[in-house]
């Protein structure tokens, strides 16, 4: 949500378990990490190369000649994908492509339902905000953001100074160019390093399965394994005609890369040596233990309540109307992912006593300080200030976690935000009018409503009284405790549950600015928003932050004793949503006893599923016929067609889309999931359990070719049989 209204905006809310979680010093296995692309050689390319891999550290990072790392990119804001033509043909998600389907389907064309192929290029549907990213160089500058810091310096002075270096240093990279760049801490501060990037916003939706195929299985199999799963979509690239990025026109050309993966169809093998190149978004490794306390019994419990109750909302509308059901089947996809995987997170912490193993591996971090005097001096109470911050900070904790899921998702709330902040900067009203056009496109009211009732009575179950806004009396009050009845009044109320009524508010901005800006202020949902974010703003977040900050300190100091205590191991840092390397082997597992995961699915399981009878279960007709005939072309392998695959390489939430490789760098499959057994793996990695889930390269190839009968896009990639 956007921060609005008389205070100043504040960095981005996130809960203890999300920012400054660190765990103590354990022993790597082969299969874990998120490894710097840039400093393999130095880190792990000789147990890749023990492991299998058949290539050098410049073939997957190099700024000398073309390599991987140039067919790898961000695709949109929070997903990768990779390059897999000489003409700018791009395989992400479906997951991840989903939204700019949904954004071109209708109940006339229900893109969604029925899948979309593009059969010329004229045909390719551009997509307004979507963009992907290559990562052009990364470089080590440290020393740079370190000048001028000082020991002892005000720690405000301190933040400021490094804030500067950071700006002149991306000034320096982008200054004269096309090219955006980033600086991003790792090791908790202890190194940076800067990321240089090449944007392209011209992309073009060229194809999509139905959902029935890109999300079989939707939520019951969401996060589970045996997977059955056609999770892919394609996009094309295009440029100006100096190969640039440009904005969308009709005359740009498909973009021509650096480098494009070629395809291994072959197949793969339990045992098979794998690896994953994309931007895992975040994960917090080096937990301290009343950190992982705090997500297992705390935290994460409430915000699977809240997602629950507003996902039981959303469920009810959208099966009363297809109209609602692509408006809010997106929206409500967002919601089930993190939902499910944290049920998993707190299944597998609890299964590895995750907590009992922190406080152990605590005791020998101190084992290991008491060692040695210098030690000592330098890291000795490390453990004691984090249980005192700790302690002071979870107070805070409740607060926040219902900020980012209980009134950050209200709809009504995030556009009355979105508005003023547009209004106060002037944003031309025509730009406005564009904004709102979106906005109501996929709003539906009654749906909102009931969220918001709900989430205000969850505010009421669990904040204390001293943050609870005033209006909370009146719903005491005047409604007798009645949530669903004040929020029928207040959205009756509200200028902005009325799409027609905002037009007449902004064409008012035209004329007065000042007056429509008034009159947005005095509505009814930003004066209750107002009371949440003044509270907020006072009592919770200067608390929070600068208890985070003081965290953030410490985790520095410890990061830095980690990496000391472990100089023949490597220590690898905590995903930052920057490029990062992970490998593996594909292999089953146990997730309990008794039982035995292989390490591969097909098409036979996917249709025993079908067969249950479920909504999640349903199937193409096409499908269906090609299963009964068994017309797999020259993708399947004897008589049946593979679909999905597992293996042990370390991913994130980000990794969707990522390239799985086999050891010669070519692409065998799409990487969309974990397994829910482990999805603690963003804080406690077990390599007996975790295992990522790919989609086989070779049912995407038959998806296309034979069900959509979009085979003539393979004859532009480069495919080993």
């Not at 908790?188 to 939706?205: A, C, H, P, Q, S």
């Amino acid at each position: 949500m956007v921060r609005f209204l008389k205070f100043l905006c504040p960095p981005r809310v996130g809960t203890l378990l999300m920012v400054i979680l660190i765990h103590g010093p354990m022993i790597l296995k082969a299969e874990e990490g998120m490894w710097i692309p840039m400093l393999l050689e130095r880190t792990q390319l000789s147990q890749m190369q023990e492991a299998g891999l058949r290539l050098s550290a410049e073939d997957i990072y190099s700024i000398n000649q073309d390599c991987l790392k140039d067919a790898v990119v961000i695709f949109g804001n929070g997903c990768t994908g990779e390059i897999i033509s000489e003409e700018g043909l791009l395989l992400t998600n479906h997951h991840c492509g989903e939204g700019a389907v949904q954004s071109h389907s209708s109940v006339e064309n229900d893109y969604l339902t029925h899948g979309f192929w593009a059969l010329s290029r004229d045909k390719e549907l551009p997509n307004e905000r979507l963009s992907v990213t290559f990562l052009r160089y990364m470089k080590d500058v440290t020393s740079q953001v370190q000048e001028g810091i000082m020991p002892g310096m005000d720690p405000q002075v301190r933040e400021r100074t490094i804030s500067e270096n950071m700006g002149r240093l991306i000034l320096e990279a982008t200054s004269g160019t096309y090219l955006d760049a980033t600086v991003k801490p790792f090791y908790y501060g202890n190194e940076y390093y800067l990321f240089v990037y090449e944007k392209f916003t011209d992309v073009r939706l060229v194809g999509a399965p139905p959902v029935s195929i890109g999300n079989f299985g939707g939520d019951t199999d969401n996060w589970m394994w045996p997977r059955h799963t056609g999770d892919f979509s394609l996009f094309r690239i295009y440029a100006d005609r100096e190969n640039r990025p440009a904005a969308f026109n009709p005359s740009n050309q498909p973009y021509k890369p650096r480098k494009s993966l070629e395809i291994a169809a072959g197949g793969v093998a339990e045992g098979d040596f794998t690896m994953i190149l994309g931007y895992p978004g975040s994960t917090t490794e080096y937990l301290y233990s009343e950190g992982v306390r705090i997500n297992l019994e705390e935290s994460l419990p409430l915000r699977v309540r809240l997602r629950t109750t507003r996902m039981e909302i959303m469920d009810k509308w959208m099966k009363s109307s297809d109209e609602v059901r692509i408006q809010y089947t997106t929206k409500y996809r967002r919601l089930t992912n993190a939902w499910k995987k944290w049920q998993g997170a707190i299944l597998g912490l609890n299964r590895l006593e995750a907590v009992e193993r922190k406080i152990g591996e605590e005791e020998a971090f101190m084992k290991w300080v008491n060692a040695s005097g210098e030690r000592q001096f330098m890291y000795d109470g490390i453990l004691d200030r984090f249980s005192q911050l700790y302690g002071e900070i979870i107070r805070y904790s409740v607060a926040v976690v219902l900020m980012e899921e209980a009134i950050e998702p209200v709809e009504l709330f995030n556009q009355v935000s979105r508005m003023v902040v547009l209004m106060r900067q002037g944003v031309d009203p025509v730009q406005l009018k564009s904004q709102a056009e979106r906005f109501y496109k996929n709003f539906f009211l009654p749906v909102d409503r009931e969220i918001f009732a709900a989430m205000i009575s969850a505010c009421q179950e669990h904040l204390s009284d001293q943050f609870l806004p005033g209006f909370f009396s009146e719903i005491r009050e005047k409604y007798r405790g009645d949530f669903n009845g004040f929020a029928e009044d207040t959205y009756g109320k509200s200028i902005f549950s009325d799409k027609d009524k905002v037009m007449r508010i902004l064409e008012l901005y035209e004329r007065n600015p000042g007056e429509a800006l008034e009159r947005l202020l005095e509505d009814p949902v930003a004066v209750y928003l107002n009371q949440f974010m003044e509270i907020y703003m006072v009592a919770i977040n200067p608390a929070h932050l600068e208890l985070q900050a003081q965290l953030g300190m410490v985790y520095k100091t410890y990061m830095r004793a980690l990496v000391e205590m472990s100089p023949e191991k490597g220590v690898y840092p905590d995903a930052n949503f920057t490029m990062r390397l992970s490998y593996g082997t594909v292999q089953g597992y146990e997730p309990r006893d008794g039982v035995h995961y292989q390490y591969t699915t097909t098409l036979d399981g996917l249709m025993e599923k079908w067969g249950e009878g479920s909504e999640d279960y349903t199937i193409p007709e096409k499908l269906s016929q090609l299963y009964r005939e068994k017309d797999y072309g020259r993708y399947g392998v004897d008589g049946t067609m593979p679909v999905c695959f597992i293996a042990s390489n370390h991913t994130s939430g980000g990794n969707s889309g990522s390239p799985v490789l086999d050891a010669e760098g070519r692409l065998i499959g799409i990487n969309f999931d974990r397994n829910w057994e482990g999805t603690m793996s963003d804080i406690l990695y077990d390599p007996s359990l975790c295992r990522n889930i790919a989609v086989d390269i070779r049912y995407v190839l038959f998806i296309m070719d034979k069900f959509a009968g979009a085979g003539y896009l393979m004859d532009e990639m480069n495919i080993t049989w």
